[in-house]
């Protein structure tokens, strides 16, 4: 299985497990941050979350450009 194919299989089956809740709000990519991280982190208030934020890189995570784009626009706030 190629690794493209490795990851749409990965996506698909994560937006679709039942006992995960919603898709996420972020494109899962084969090298990204810490989905539990970044979750944990969109859970608090704006005025709460650490400030610069850091996230470990993990071997499936969050695409890292959509998470640092919507933390600088500010548009991550209802994510999660």
């Known amino acids: 299985m190629t690794e ?8 698909r089956r994560s937006a679709t497990s039942p006992d995960e ?9 084969r ?8 979750d944990a982190h969109l ?11 850091a996230f470990d890189l993990v071997r499936i995570g969050y695409d890292r450009a959509q ?3 919507a933390l600088r626009d500010g548009a991550a706030g209802s994510a999660g």
């Open 31 to 38: 090298r990204g941050y810490s989905r539990e991280q970044v």
């Open 4 to 11: 493209e194919r490795r990851t749409r299989w990965w996506q």
């Open 67 to 69: 998470v640092d784009a």
């Open 43 to 53: 859970a608090l208030p704006p005025e709460q979350r650490p400030r610069p934020a």
């Open 21 to 29: 809740g919603p898709a996420p709000a972020f494109d899962l990519v």
